[in-house]
C-alpha cells in the first residue's frame, strides 16, 4: 500500500513496484494537485489524473494497480481501505512535504502538523488493528537532525555521560513546522514499535531531484510531476528550470548550506530494499537516504557547467534568505546501511544534468517564471491567512 501515490516520490515508487511484481494500491486523497490550485502553481511536466495515469499502465503492462481516494486522516476511510486490500506492508509518502507551505500562515503550519502527525497515528493505529504483522516504511527527512556540529549518525547514537553509556535517539534540530512534523511521527512510530510490537523503517530521506524513472518514462501519461517553483520545488530541479528559462540561479544568502541529496531512481530502489529485508517485530530501524553531499554553491556551479555545454550562460545571484538556518557549517552525515542492502546509487553526473537541463528546456514555455522567487518568509509567518493575488 502505497499512502502517497499520486505524488511526486509515491508515484514514482508504486509504478516502480508495480514492475518489480508487486500487487499495490495508492491510498491518497489527491490535495497535492489541490495544493497546485490554491497556490497558483502547476508542474513543469504536465501530468495526468490519477485514473487516467493507472489506466495507461494497465495498458501498457496488464498490471493492475488499486486505487483508493480519501484521506488518512479520517480512520474510517482508512480502516476500509486496510481490510479491503490486507498490506503486508505500507509505504507512506501520505504527508504535507513542504517546509516552505509549513510556515506560509498560521492556518498551513497548523495543517502541515495535523496532516502529518495525526494521519501517521492512524495509520500506526490501523496496523495494530487490522494487519500487526504490516511493515511500515515511513518517509522521514534528513531534516529531523538540522545541521550539529558533530557527525550525523542513522538514528541513533551512543553517548557516554558521567561514566555510563548508553544508545540513544540521534538528537534532532527541526527548521520548520515541515521539519518539526516528522520529528513527532519518528517519536510516535519508535514508541509504538517499542509498546505493540509494530515493524517499522524510517526513511530520513536528502533532497530528491530528478523526474524520470524507467517506468515514468515509458509513456506521456506517466511522466512524473517536477516543481520548480519556491515552495515545492527541490534545489537541483529549481536551479535546472531557472537556467533553461534564462533565470538567474537563486542562491539563499551564502550558499554553504550543505544536505545530502539523491536521484529519484534511488528513491523507488530504497523503498524497495527495505520492503525486501523488514524490521523484525518491535524494531525500529532508521536509515539515511541519500547518496551524495552537496552544498548550494556546489549545485549552482554543476549547473552552469552543464548549461555552457548546452550553450545556455548561466548567472547566479545570492538572495536574501527566506529560511531562518546555518549558512555555512559543519555536515557530515552517514549514510552506509541502505548501500549494505544493496542500493546501487545513480551519483549526480554530467549525463543525468543534461537530461535535466533538457527536460526544463523541452518544457520551458510552460513554466511561471512568477513563481521562481522565494515568497515565503520565515521569520514574517503570521496569523492571517495569506492568499495568492493572481
Not at 502505497?2 to 511484481?21: E, F, M, P, Q, R
Not at 502538523?113 to 500487526?132: D, R
Not at 509504538?192 to 517506468?215: F, M, S
Request: glycine share 8%; proline share 3%; hydrophobic share 35%.
Amino acid at each position: 500500500m502505497v499512502i502517497g501515490g499520486d505524488g511526486y516520490c509515491g508515484w514514482a515508487t508504486s509504478l516502480h513496484l508495480s514492475n518489480k511484481n508487486y500487487e499495490v494500491a495508492i491510498v491518497d486523497n489527491l490535495v497535492r494537485r489541490h495544493f497546485d490550485h490554491q497556490l497558483g502553481l502547476d508542474s513543469l511536466t504536465p501530468i495526468s489524473s490519477i485514473h487516467d495515469r493507472i489506466r495507461r499502465w494497465r495498458s501498457l503492462t496488464q498490471k493492475d494497480i488499486n486505487l483508493y481516494i480519501g484521506d488518512v486522516c479520517d480512520f474510517e476511510f482508512l480502516s476500509e481501505a486496510f481490510t479491503s486490500f490486507k498490506p503486508d506492508a505500507v509505504v507512506h509518502f501520505g504527508e504535507q512535504r513542504s517546509a516552505p507551505y509549513s510556515m506560509i500562515d498560521r492556518s498551513r503550519a497548523v495543517y502541515t502538523q495535523q496532516n502529518n502527525v495525526l494521519g501517521t497515528l492512524n495509520v500506526l493505529f490501523a496496523i495494530k488493528e487490522f494487519s500487526e504483522d504490516c511493515h511500515l516504511v515511513k518517509l522521514g527527512t534528513m531534516g529531523e537532525y538540522g545541521t550539529p556540529n558533530i557527525d550525523i549518525e542513522e538514528g541513533y547514537i551512543t553517548i557516554t555521560h558521567n561514566g555510563r553509556t548508553d544508545t540513544l535517539p540521534y538528537p534532532k534540530q527541526a527548521s520548520s513546522f515541515y521539519h518539526l512534523s516528522k520529528v513527532h511521527d519518528s517519536n510516535n512510530i519508535a514508541f509504538t514499535c517499542k509498546a505493540w510490537g509494530i515493524r517499522a523503517t524510517d526513511l530520513n530521506q536528502g533532497v530528491v531531484y530528478g523526474v524520470r524513472t524507467d517506468e515514468t518514462e515509458m509513456h506521456e501519461e506517466l511522466y512524473n510531476r517536477f516543481d520548480y517553483d519556491g515552495v515545492f520545488g527541490t534545489a537541483l530541479n529549481r536551479f535546472c528550470v531557472q537556467a533553461a528559462v534564462g533565470h538567474p540561479l537563486t542562491v539563499y544568502g551564502k550558499g554553504g548550506q550543505t544536505r545530502g541529496y539523491l536521484d529519484i531512481r534511488d528513491t523507488v530502489q530504497c523503498v524497495e530494499l527495505a520492503i525486501a529485508n523488514p524490521a523484525k517485530r518491535g524494531e525500529f530501524r532508521v536509515f539515511n537516504q541519500f547518496t551524495e553531499q552537496f552544498s548550494v554553491n556546489q549545485l549552482a556551479s554543476l549547473v552552469t557547467k552543464a548549461g555552457e555545454k548546452l550553450g545556455i550562460e548561466v548567472q547566479t545571484i545570492s538572495v536574501p534568505n527566506p529560511r531562518v538556518e546555518a549558512e555555512e557549517h559543519y555536515y557530515n552525515a552517514k549514510h552506509t546501511k541502505l548501500i549494505e542492502l544493496g542500493l546501487e546509487p545513480h551519483l549526480l553526473s554530467d549525463s543525468l544534468l543534461d537530461s535535466l537541463l533538457n527536460v526544463a528546456v523541452q518544457f520551458k514555455d510552460r513554466v511561471d517564471t512568477k513563481q521562481i522567487m522565494p515568497s515565503v518568509s520565515w521569520r514574517k509567518i503570521g496569523a492571517k491567512p495569506k492568499t495568492v493575488s493572481a
